[in-house]
Nanobody, 125 residues
Framework: QVQLVESGGGLVQAGGSLRLSCAASGGTSSNYFMGWFRQAAGAEREFVAGLRWSGSSTYYARSVKGRFTISRDNAKSVVYLQMNSLKPEDTAVYYC??????????????????WGQGTQVTVSS
């Protein structure tokens, strides 16, 4: 089972930036797909961004495309989520997730095998 630990959340004003990190341990391979999800109070968990440890494809939710950037550092086994131009509606707990499946629907929570504990992001207006 892959262990995931998120960090980097906090309180920021609208228009500001934050960078989240997800440190992975316990046996991720280059075939793993890594995703960032978020869950606002009273809402369902939703897909934000994702990529594989290998390859160049990245995936984004429409609501964050152009503002958020997902990247990875394979040597450190860390996935990042750079969040710019933050809006109050980006306020949520952000989760990192990992999937060992070769083919997945990236936006489905059921496609992921491992989850981090989450990190709170609060954007004030």
């Amino acid at each position: 089972q892959v262990q995931l630990v998120e960090s980097g959340g906090g309180l920021v004003q609208a228009g500001g930036s934050l960078r989240l990190s997800c440190a992975a341990s316990g046996g991720t391979s280059s075939n793993y797909f890594m995703g960032w999800f978020r869950q606002a109070a009273g809402a369902e968990r939703e897909f934000v961004a994702g990529l594989r440890w290998s390859g160049s494809s990245t995936y984004y939710a429409r609501s964050v495309k152009g503002r958020f950037t997902i990247s990875r550092d394979n040597a450190k086994s860390v996935v990042y989520l750079q969040m710019n131009s933050l809006k109050p509606e980006d306020t949520a707990v952000y989760y990192c997730a990992a999937s060992a499946r070769a083919y997945i629907h990236v936006n489905l929570t059921s496609a992921y095998d491992s989850w981090g504990q989450g990190t709170q992001v609060t954007v004030s207006s």
